[in-house]
């Protein structure tokens, strides 16, 4: 593309955004927003705002406090984990697009939502990690949703990024997989490039989805190994069994 093409490419997005659209219901916006959605979508998103297990952020069904089952029956190696949305159906189709058909431009306003949860916290961070994927996985999507999620963090706090967390095993997905598979799934499957610089530093690991937290519990592990001094998880969604009471 020569330069007069670029000008004109960008004069062209500046006044027609490529994202008019809602990136949930797919109604046209009437003012462009950060978020890419409309007004009634947004306001109806399944926010976790209060209700939530301390220690995971999973929203409880009914009235509840303290920690959830999943917490009480784990020793996490992180110190807190927060999820901006419940994981519902009209969430699951923006993930899997992100995640699955290449829609890569989903990471920037849901980073955002990212954005607003991590201003609510009191949280004071030296770097921002993501979960990596493994080699083959990540040339097949195009990218990894979990490390664009975290540029476009990086971008909005200031706050650098790092990309020494490798994954060194293709494990199976961890869709259809029990708690303790998915901890076995796992395990051993990540390694710090220099394990030394994350010494003393506080982590924020992002993710796209919040499940059982074994994927970010497994690399918390080996942080807090490399004298980590205190680890947060984020996460766009969270898709943990609902607490009942």
Known sequence: MNILSKITSNLINCFYPKH???ICCKNELVTKNVYDLCNNCYINLPFINTNFCNRCGLQFEKDGKGVCLNCKANNFNFELARSALNFNDKVAPIIHKLKYARYKFLAQPL??????????????????????????REKERGYNQARELAINLSNLTSIPI??????IRNTPTQTKLSRRQRQENVKDCFKLI????FKNLNILLIDDVFTTGSTTNEISKILKKANANKIYVLTVAHAGFIQKF
Request: hydrophobic letters at 35%; proline letters at 5%; aromatic letters at 16%.
């Open 20 to 22: 008019i659209k809602c």
């Open 111 to 136: 980073s955002y939502l990212l954005y607003d949860v991590f201003i609510r916290q009191n949280w004071k961070i030296d770097i921002i990690c993501y979960v990596p994927l493994f080699t083959t």
């Open 162 to 167: 790092n990309n020494d967390i490798t994954r």
């Open 194 to 197: 220099n394990p030394k610089q």
